[in-house]
């Protein structure tokens, strides 16, 4: 059963513009926080931002200020606007949803963004 919809990876050049769309189930509920992680090659994989359902986000440092994440709780969806993108962002990333419900934690199959120089 697929819980997680990820679209919007692809390739850009360097200094463009992507943003990343994660549509999760109706049959989720209680959803609490959702957010982006990557995992680059050779790297592990890290956050990249999180929001919760009251709306506080986090960042790590290395996106501050060019990715913005949001979200749209009566479409269970959450984005990932990414701006001046540069080779270090080149990685699969993966949508996240965590709800209280069970203590369930969702995961999507990932996709890829790929920066040009």
């Known amino acids: 059963q697929v819980h997680l919809v990820e679209s919007g990876g692809g390739l850009v050049q360097a200094g463009g513009s992507l943003r990343l769309s994660c549509a999760a189930s109706?049959?989720?509920?209680?959803?609490?926080?959702m957010g982006w992680y990557r995992q680059a090659p050779g790297k592990q994989r890290e956050l990249v931002a999180v929001?919760?359902?009251?709306?506080?986000?986090n960042y790590a440092d290395s996106v501050k200020g060019r990715f913005t994440i949001s979200r749209d709780n009566a479409k269970n969806t959450v984005y990932l606007q990414m701006n001046s993108l540069n080779s270090e962002d080149t990685a699969v990333y993966y949508c996240?949803?965590?709800?209280?419900?069970?203590?369930?934690?969702?995961w999507g199959k990932g996709t890829l963004v790929t920066v040009s120089s």
């Open positions: 929001i919760t359902s009251g709306g506080s986000t």
């Open positions: 109706q049959s989720i509920f209680s959803i609490n926080v």
């Open positions: 996240n949803v965590r709800s209280s419900r069970f203590s369930m934690d969702y």
